[in-house]
């Protein structure tokens, strides 16, 4: 099981470096997140396998969510007021 995690992770690494590379200039980060993020992309991609199970055991259901303030009341608003943070 290990063996195969491993050889997954590579894999990945693997794609992620190629695509980062053939990407470099399309990629609007520094060198050092670029890095950063090949290596931390076959993790990412890891969590995907959970989310694949939980689909075929459960029925997703559409769930409308009501919306209370419209765009445009939100355009028109000071930018700090709806973001404070």
Excluded at 35 to 49: D, G
Aim: aromatic share 16%.
């Amino acid at each position: 099981m290990g063996q195969m995690l491993l050889n997954m992770y590579l894999t990945l690494l693997v794609l992620g470096g190629i695509t980062t590379v053939t990407e470099w200039n399309q990629i609007r980060t520094s060198s050092v997140k670029k890095f950063v993020y090949v290596f931390t992309f076959p993790l990412f991609m890891f969590t995907y396998i959970p989310i694949s199970l939980a689909a075929f055991f459960c029925k997703p259901q559409w769930k409308p969510i009501e919306h209370r303030v419209s765009a445009a009341h939100l355009r028109s608003r000071d930018r700090q007021e709806v973001l404070p943070f």
